[in-house]
């Protein structure tokens, strides 16, 4: 079985501040871990995606995400945000293999408030 | 190419009435899920098709909730009847199917903008 943490569940910056959002996960399987956006009134985006090789990711709009095992942690950073990165954020694993199951497991989600 | 899209945005709903929630996968994608968020909680599995079949329903909360996907292609999602607690975001997603065991490429699932049920 797969469980995901998010630490914050709202997290206030002011804009062109670096913003760090934590996950934490645990699993008896291998997993692909994914950080998933959701803006006001619109769907879920995908914004990055750890599958294997380097542990830092990068993603879309500025975003990058570090994976650490030791630790089991794959916690989603951006150097300077904008009032467009207001959103929540959610952190998701999944099973490398399909004997592991096809869930994606979802954390409770960080609301991101960027202030001007 | 189309994403997964999800009809309708928006519903709202008497207490007892019945409704139908629709997704139209990625073409080609054989895996089909459907997922929930109610209240502000996390995202809940609910069920997944390959193809025409039901791979794993667990996450269905009660006989009131019927999926159904015909023909491998779209799917419904039916709720009748509908009780206040069903109120939520009711997120489609698709994905590729499976080679084997391994999940090619971290086989990427891709969500629709969910469908906004309101039972009041």
């Known amino acids: 079985a797969q469980s995901v943490t998010q630490l914050d569940s709202q997290v206030p910056v002011f804009e062109e501040a670096p913003v760090e959002l934590r996950c934490n996960y645990s699993?008896?399987?291998?997993?692909?871990l994914f950080w998933y956006v959701q803006y006001p009134n619109q769907g879920l985006q995908l914004l990055l995606k750890?599958?294997?090789?380097?542990?830092l990711v990068k993603g879309i709009n500025g975003f990058e995400a570090e994976f650490n095992k030791s630790q089991t942690s794959f916690h989603l950073r951006k150097p300077s945000v904008h009032i467009s990165d207001t959103a929540e954020y959610f952190c998701?694993?999944?099973?490398?293999?399909?004997?592991?199951?096809?869930?994606?497991?979802f954390g409770a989600g960080t609301r991101l408030f960027v202030k001007a | 190419e189309a994403g997964v899209t999800q009809f309708p945005s928006h519903s709202v709903i008497e207490k007892g009435q019945t409704v139908t929630l629709r997704c139209d996968p990625i073409?080609?994608?054989?895996?089909l899920y459907w997922y929930r968020r109610v209240m502000g909680k996390e995202i809940k599995f609910l069920l997944h098709f390959v193809k025409e079949s039901k791979q794993d329903e667990s996450g269905m909360p009660n006989n009131r909730f019927l999926a159904e996907r015909t023909g491998g292609t779209y799917s419904t999602l039916k709720v009748q009847p509908a009780e206040l607690e069903d109120s939520g975001v009711y997120f489609c997603?698709?994905?590729?199917?499976?080679?084997?065991?391994?999940?090619?490429?971290?086989?990427?699932?891709?969500f629709g903008e969910g469908s906004w049920l309101t039972v009041v």
């Open positions: 699993s008896s399987v291998s997993v692909y």
């Open positions: 998701a694993v999944r099973p490398r293999l399909s004997t592991g199951g096809f869930k994606t497991i």
């Open positions: 750890y599958l294997s090789g380097s542990t």
């Open positions: 997603a698709s994905s590729q199917a499976s080679t084997g065991l391994v999940f090619a490429s971290g086989n990427t699932i891709y």
């Open positions: 073409s080609g994608h054989d895996n």
